[in-house]
């Protein structure tokens, strides 16, 4: 997987190449789909969502150019594999998901897994986790309609946000945002194709 799916792509960051290559992806797939778990591609992991391809987790993680000290937050836990990926890289990960089944499972394998570093939330991630700001870094894991600035706020000074935004289903584009002081910068990434962001605002 990381040599055919991640390097041959342009993924140079060997801190997440290595812990790629040695986490259990398995583990975080359900057991019906164990046989493809280190495919090229996304695959269900229930109530409509899905753990993401590694290629994008490669990605996006080697977009935040996570220190030993960073303090991260993640939106949408899903399966917890990239928060695994990110907890492996990060000082703290800070990770919240709207659907709270998906979240109890994602703790209890990533408990069980070991990882001491991580806090979890049940509940809808466009707002971020305002106690704890700020953040090294945000990454978010389903597509947003727009730059939700409730996260840009959040950022700490050369924080760096990435987040798949894109109104259509089919086409989204995957922006790296950094904060200097007041000022974003904004880059635009590969297209991509997420799931929705859910908003429960009323
Ligand atoms: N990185 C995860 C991706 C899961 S898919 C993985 O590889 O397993 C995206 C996740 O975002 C889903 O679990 C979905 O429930 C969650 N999500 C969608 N809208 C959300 C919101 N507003 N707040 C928090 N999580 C949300």
């Not at 806090?119 to 945000?138: L, M």
């Not at 996260?151 to 924080?159: C, E, H, I, K, Y």
Request: proline share 6%; hydrophobic share 45%.
């Amino acid at each position: 997987m990381v040599r055919l799916q991640l390097r041959s792509r342009g993924i140079a960051a060997e801190s997440v190449l290595q812990v790629m290559s040695v986490l259990p992806r398995h583990r975080f797939v359900p057991g019906s789909a164990r046989a493809e778990a280190y495919g090229d591609f996304p695959l269900p992991i229930g109530r409509g969502q899905t753990i993401s391809q590694p290629y994008m987790v490669a990605l996006m993680t080697a977009e935040l150019g996570l220190g030993a000290r960073a303090k991260v937050l993640e939106i949408g836990t899903g399966s917890g594999y990239q928060t695994a990926v990110l907890a492996e890289l990060a000082r703290e990960v800070y990770t919240v998901e709207l659907i709270p089944t998906l979240l109890e499972r994602a703790r209890g394998l990533l408990d069980e897994l070991g990882y001491r570093n991580i806090r979890y939330q049940a509940a809808d991630g466009t707002y971020g986790w305002p106690e704890e700001a700020p953040f090294d870094a945000i990454l978010v894991a389903a597509a947003a309609p727009a730059v939700p600035s409730t996260l840009t706020a959040q950022l700490g000074d050369n924080g760096v946000l990435v987040v798949p935004v894109g109104r259509s289903q089919a086409f989204q584009t995957l922006l790296t945002i950094r904060r200097r002081g007041a000022r974003l910068e904004q880059h635009e990434g590969i297209g991509c194709r997420f799931v929705p962001l859910v908003s429960t605002e009323s």
